[in-house]
Structures are given as C-alpha cells and as structure tokens.
C-alpha cells in the first residue's frame, strides 16, 4: 500500500435549478488536486495551498482535515496525514471548491487506510468538511464530486443518496463573474419558509427533471429545469442575471440556473455545439459590461475523485 497518493475532485453544479440541497452534478477537468500523505504521528497537519488566498492551515478549521478528522473518529483511528492542496476552484465561485477539497481529503486518506469505506459511506465525513465551511453540511456538492455524474439526496437523516443516468448528450456551460458569494451569506438571505404552491410546483419539476434524465426525455428536461423558490431570491446577488440567463435560453440551451449558491451560472444543453453557443452568448453579456468571467464547457463527470499521477 502506497503512503502517498495524489487525488483528483471535480467542481459540482448543486442544486442544478429544481433541487435546492438535494440535486448535484460533477464538471469534467474543471476541479482541486491533492496530495495526500500518511505521517508517522497522530497529526492532521496542511501544506502548501496552491491556487488560492485565505484557506485556512488551521487542521480544526480546513475543511480537508476537518472531514479526515470525522471520517478517523469514526473508526477510531489516530492515523496523521499531511495534505497539500492546488486549487483550481475559486472559494465563493458556487462550482463546489469546499466540497471538492472536503471529497478529494477523505477519498485519498480512505485509499491510504485500505479503503475501509465506499464512497457513498464518504459522503457524511465529507459533509463535515462543508459545514466547516458554510455553517450547514449540505451534501449537494461532495456526493457528486465524491462519486460522479448526477446525484440526489432522497434524505438527510439517514443519509439517503442515488445517482441517476442522465444523456450522454447533455452539456454543461458554467460562466464565473469574477465577484465572491460566500455560501452561508447566500444561504441567510433565503425565507425560511415556501408557500404550498411553490412547493407544488417545485416538486412538480424535480421529480420530471429526475425522470426527464432517466428516460433521456431532453423535452422534459427543459420544461423542468426552473426553480421558484430560491432563483428569485439568490439571484439578486450575480450581475446581470436575468440578461445572461436569457442570453443562453436564445442561443438554445435546454434551461439554466444559478450554480450551487453562486455567482457562476449553469446552462444545461443538447450537445457540445450549442453549450459552446450557449457559453459565448452568457459570457458576452459580461464582457459588455465590463465584468472579468471564466467560462468552461463541460460534460458531466462520469467518475468522481480518482487516483491520478
Ligand atoms: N445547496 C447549497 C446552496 C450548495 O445552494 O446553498 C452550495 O454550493
């Protein structure tokens, strides 16, 4: 057994329009690489942090050791590891940066312990990580990074997780504005309560997003990709929404949102064709007023964490 691997997480969509908390998918190329390295003492200790300012190396407040932390209380293990850490996630972007550092952690020191658990049993050591990091340990963002493709939480206590198919053809635009949107700020501005018809018509497009996927049904897909109940709210919050948003509806995407909490913006489409059209008519929105943004094309991550070299 190797004593230091290095590990691959991916970025994450969450939320992708409909399922607030409970719907994610995972980006290809776009995400955090670590390396982690088991010690000869009981410490959790953080290196270098490569790609990022203000992390913190504090082990009881990095979300890396904080979720290594919970998964060795679990077992009762006093194992030490050092992780180095290269962001390619901006903190704030709402492409999941905590959440691929919090799975990328406990994937590669479970490896290191010889896999004593499976990546869905992660999930929960992972989410620890979150909750560190945003005050509420969502698992929207490290299931899909954890195991890949689109996943949902049918609960949260117990932990109940599924993944489902979803079309080869289905493509992901995330367009960044370069302005920060801390998650828990995010999460505050939100009402704590949703009227019975939004809920209605909330659950209406969840459950036909989940079955528009499955069945490869791209109409159905389209008709459920809206949110009633934390769009409007949130999306105050990004420059230009509305404009950008639409902007990707005209050059053919299947429907966008917001990107987990914020500030990117997502757009789902039939093909990388159009995602590419989608992407320039989003991003041109932005350059026309001046605000710096990073766009990637992406299909959805079938994978999850990986070993790489
Ligand atoms: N579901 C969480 C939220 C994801 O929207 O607050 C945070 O990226």
């Known amino acids: 057994m190797s004593e230091k691997i290095r590990v691959f997480a991916p970025a994450t969509i969450a939320n992708v329009a409909c399922g607030f908390d409970i719907m994610g998918l995972a980006l290809e190329k776009v995400g955090d690489q670590l390396t982690i390295q088991k010690t000869d003492d009981e410490r959790l200790t953080i290196g270098s942090i490569i790609g990022a300012e203000n992390i913190p190396t504090d082990p009881t407040k990095n979300v890396c050791s904080v979720a290594i932390q919970a998964m060795l209380d679990h077992i009762g293990s006093k194992q030490g590891f050092h992780i180095d850490i290269s962001k390619n996630i901006s903190p704030g972007s709402g492409l999941g940066s905590s959440a691929s550092s919090s799975a990328g952690a406990v994937y ?63 493509i992901a635009t995330v367009v960044f504005p370069a302005v920060e949107v801390k998650t828990a700020d995010a999460k505050k501005i939100l009402k704590p309560e949703v009227a019975l018809s939004d809920a209605i018509a909330q659950w209406g497009n969840v459950s036909a997003l989940t079955a528009g996927l499955i069945t490869e049904d791209f109409g159905l897909i389209e008709r459920s990709l809206q949110d009633v109940i934390v769009e409007p ?14 902007a990707g509806m005209d050059a053919g995407a299947l429907g966008g949102n917001i990107s987990g909490s914020g500030p990117s913006v997502f757009a789902l489409s039939k093909g990388k064709e159009t995602a590419e059209k989608v992407g320039q008519a989003m991003s041109a929105v932005l350059a026309k007023n001046g605000i710096a943004y990073e766009l990637f094309i992406s299909k959805i991550n079938p994978v999850g964490c990986e070993i790489i070299n």
């Open 108 to 170: 590669g020191a479970n490896m290191l312990l010889g896999k004593p658990f499976t990546k869905k049993e992660l999930v929960q050591f992972a989410m620890e990580g979150e909750k560190a990091a945003s005050e509420k340990a969502h698992a929207d963002n490290v299931a899909p990074s954890l195991l890949g493709g689109f996943t949902v939480i049918r609960s949260y206590d117990p932990l109940d997780i599924f993944s489902v198919h979803y079309p080869e053809e289905l």
């Open 233 to 246: 709210v949130r999306s105050i919050l990004i420059p230009c929404y509305q404009e950008m948003k639409q």
